[in-house]
């Protein structure tokens, strides 16, 4: 992706490392995909410069496939590792990813654990699916849930086919923070790049808050950044 690309993860790069600085031992609620990498070499480059320090922060992650190992290349763990942990000085004891293997009452109760433990998230960074989910909540589910184990949709499985070797090795579980969490966030900002993202921004932001657009309950939350180009932003 171009420029636009670059400008929405600069842009959004910016509002993390001002939370940072202004807050040190901030807690960041973090995401994977495509749409977070860009933010991730920004923040990298500038802390290379020395401009921000994670040397006190906490991370929080959103989700984890469930079955994959926290090695395994395609889990959500080694992606922040190699995308953006190794590159930086958070200390690894103060990042947070769901454990995949972990069975499914304890992991989603320690999560949770976890998220209290800390405070509670300063800033939650979200993408935003095709499917208008946030984390892994899928349309159709509850508002009202903390960290749960879900059935991926087929469109999410089909969004993630291209990640793994054979049909059946893609993932139809993962744990994700929920709804309930990601609402308890002091600040969300989502960020949202490519005209495949315009009508679900749309959706998400001027449509009704129904829970088949899972992230059509942001616009209950009283302060959420949207950071996207033009192309994701064109419908609205
Ligand atoms: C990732 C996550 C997902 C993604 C969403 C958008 O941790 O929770 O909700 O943010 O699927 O993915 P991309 O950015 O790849 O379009």
């Known amino acids: 992706m171009g420029n636009d690309y670059r400008d929405m993860s600069r842009k959004a790069a910016n509002i993390i490392s001002a939370q940072v600085i202004l807050k040190p031992s901030s807690v960041l609620g973090l995401a994977t995909g495509a749409s977070p990498l860009g933010v991730y070499s920004q923040l990298i480059e500038w802390y290379r410069k020395g401009d921000v320090d994670f040397s006190e922060a906490v991370t929080i992650n959103l989700d984890e496939y469930k079955g994959l190992a926290p090695e395994d290349p395609r889990s959500f763990r080694y992606f922040m590792n190699e995308n953006f942990f190794k590159h930086i000085n958070v200390r690894p004891e103060n990042t947070n990813v769901p454990d995949g293997m972990a069975p499914e009452a304890d992991e989603c109760a320690r999560y949770d654990g976890v998220i209290r433990a800390s405070g509670g998230i300063d800033m939650q960074m979200l993408g935003l699916g095709h499917n208008g989910h946030i984390g892994f909540n899928e349309p159709g589910g509850s508002f009202d849930k903390d960290t749960h184990c879900v059935s991926l949709s087929d469109s999410t499985i089909e969004a993630n086919r291209r ?58 939350h009283n302060n959420v950044t949207l950071v996207g180009d033009t192309d994701a932003l064109s419908m609205i």
Do not use: C, H, N, W
């Open 163 to 220: 990640f793994f070797e054979k049909d059946e090795d893609v993932p139809r579980k993962a744990y994700t923070m929920g709804i309930r969490s990601i609402m308890q966030a002091r600040r969300i900002v989502v960020i949202a790049s490519g005209a495949r993202k315009a009508a679900i921004v749309m959706e998400a932001f001027r449509g009704p808050i129904t829970p088949q657009v899972p992230a059509s309950v942001l616009q209950l």
